[in-house]
């Protein structure tokens, strides 16, 4: 892979960061990232954050990275043991050398501590146990659309801008927009599971002369961590000379988590964990990851509080989703029992709550999985990546354009 032609552009309110990246073997992709103009003191331009992005690309298909540019020295040194805890993992992931660039030491000021922010679980604990810390209390949220906002999704792009900056206001917060294609990039090619961390700090080193530490929200607690993007053995890795990045809230389980920001109720007037987004919504209610958060919320004794959400539980749907996931969590190489904390019922148990509830999620995780659909799922998975990263996506385009007539 080649990273070259590194530059910034300031175009009307907007400044992006640019580089030209081969990272297929058919032509030359341009990656961005783009920031409000007011931003610009902030933005670092060199190849860090590129070579961040695209380290587990590389380390998948076994290719070296070679950079036209400047690199921090101390990144440098921490993505050799990114890359080593990596490969421990055994994922399908290889040894790979970074090329040509030119070492450099950060000698930035930055002043401001950010975390990033969607308003979910993980990142809503890590900015209300944070915000009043007496020393670094977070000062900018990080807002990305790009990452698990897909690009083009506007309904729910403006959606979560308005509720995220009416909760940044509420604590004198600064929000920092960032729009990027790189996970568009890259996830028709590998998942989303892996790529996401190294997406989470090419954002943070670009934005490095204005950022001294950035708190990457913890997915998992500790003792549950599985292979995963952002993990606690690595983002700290992720550390420049001048910026230091934090892992946060592995300490605490999903449900303590939970239970702890459902006191807030700026949490239940806004609080969004929604990946399907089905027409736009903000939390559709339906999906494994509003199931889940909603049980939670329903253990600690507020979903009847909580604005966007459903109050209520098709149970039939609970079982349907948790046994869709269970398998894809298993496989990913947590345990069951891990699926079990995850979805709370050991707390429901011990509260003696719901009994139907808990019913319709023990019949989910018990379900065997549906060997068929799962293998028509990795074909299809197999045609969308040799469609990307050999014909740049040509016969994804002739299908829409196709079925559009019809």
Known sequence: MKIANIRAVREGNNITIFADCKIRPVGTDTIYFQFDKKY???LAVDASPFVAGLLVAAMHFKEDIFVEGQLSETLYRGIERIMETMLSWRIGLHPI?????TLVKDDFSPAHVATFFSGGVDSFYTYLNHKDDAVD???????INGNDIVLGNEALWSATQNNVHQIAAQGSIAVIEVETNLQALLEPMLSPDYTHGGTLAAVGLC??????KLYIPASFEESDNIPWGSHPAIDGYWSTETTSFVHDGADRSRFQKTDFIARFPIVLDYVRVCYKNNKGQYNCGACEKCVRTMIGLYAAGKLDDAKTFPHTFDLKQVTRVIAGSVQEVVDSGATYYYAIDAYNLDILREKNLNPQLQKAILEGLKKKPNRY???VERCIKKIIFLDHRYARGFFHRWWLKTTSHH
């Not at 050398?97 to 660039?101: K, T, V």
């Not at 209390?137 to 807002?143: K, M, R, S, T, V």
């Not at 934005?207 to 001294?212: A, C, D, F, S």
């Open 137 to 143: 209390p977070i000062d900018h949220f990080i807002l």
């Open 40 to 42: 610009e003191p902030y």
């Open 373 to 375: 659909r799962s293998l």
């Open 97 to 101: 050398h970074i090329q040509g660039h």
């Open 207 to 212: 934005l490095r002369k204005g950022i001294k």
